[in-house]
């Protein structure tokens, strides 16, 4: 049994800063963990915008505090994100949030993500695995 805290891992290698400086994420459960999905904490800062397209994964986002705007660069359909809202990119949907205010969600994986990752010039994760354990 794995219990652990967001608040527990804020300036950790768990705590990734985005490079682009417009997201933070804490991720609580990773790929080492072996369970076949990752969660994470993300913190997306009002005012910005970040375009994604996870291409290697399949994201489902609760939003649990502030607001953005979501849009679907495929269709050109626009939602609005809120608390209780969320959404699945389970098409691999390039994708744009504009975040009108401070935007908390709680984000699961699959593949999981190792940790490692930031968004590549496409706004793609790379698909990064761990080594397998070694075998006692």
Sequence with gaps: MIVRSFKEIEGTDRHVKAASGTWESKRVVLAKERVGFSVHETILYAGTETSMWYANHIEAVVCVEGE?????????????ITP??????????????????DFRCICVFNPPVTGREDHDENGVYPLLTEPEPEEV
């Design 68 to 80: 953005a705007e979501l849009t679907d660069d495929e269709t050109g359909k626009k939602y609005t």
């Design 84 to 101: 209780g809202t969320t959404y699945l990119l389970d098409g691999h949907e390039r994708h744009t949030m504009r975040i009108k205010k």
